[in-house]
């Protein structure tokens, strides 16, 4: 059964009240995070006959790795990601940024610009 926009208030509305600005981003970023370094793996330039998600967990000789090293390769993914959202959250927070990020665009039409110049600067400081 679909979720009903009243439930899926509910859903946003406790979870924010358990995780609040900063758990919601975090959560975003490292789910962003890990799915552009997989979408990167996979879109490695690849012979035409290749199978991608096949060569993806395969090594250098072509041998394939186990469903167990995948998974662990996944879970230290994710890890790592967590970290890089946690470390950005951070900067987010301290530069005031966070609570810009709630502000209605449409009150001032510069914010999407600054939010850009932000993260940018937020990436290069991570580097």
């Given amino acids: 059964m679909p979720t009903t926009k009243d439930q899926a208030k509910d859903n946003l509305d406790q979870f924010f009240g358990k995780y609040g600005k900063e758990g919601f981003l975090q959560l975003f970023l490292t789910n962003y995070l890990q799915e552009l370094v997989l979408l990167y793996l996979h879109s ?56 810009r990020l709630s502000e209605d665009p449409t009150s001032n039409p510069h914010i999407l610009a600054e939010v850009e110049v932000a993260f940018r600067g937020i990436v290069e400081e991570l580097r």
Avoid: H, W
Wanted: net charge positive; charged share 35%; with cysteine.
């Fill in 44 to 99: 490695k330039p690849r012979a035409e006959s290749d199978d991608t998600s096949s060569l993806l967990y395969a090594d250098s000789t072509g041998k394939p790795y186990s469903t167990t090293q995948v998974d662990a390769f996944k879970t230290r993914l994710r890890k790592e990601c967590g970290r890089r959202a946690a470390a950005i959250v951070k900067i987010a927070k301290d530069s005031g940024l966070l609570e």
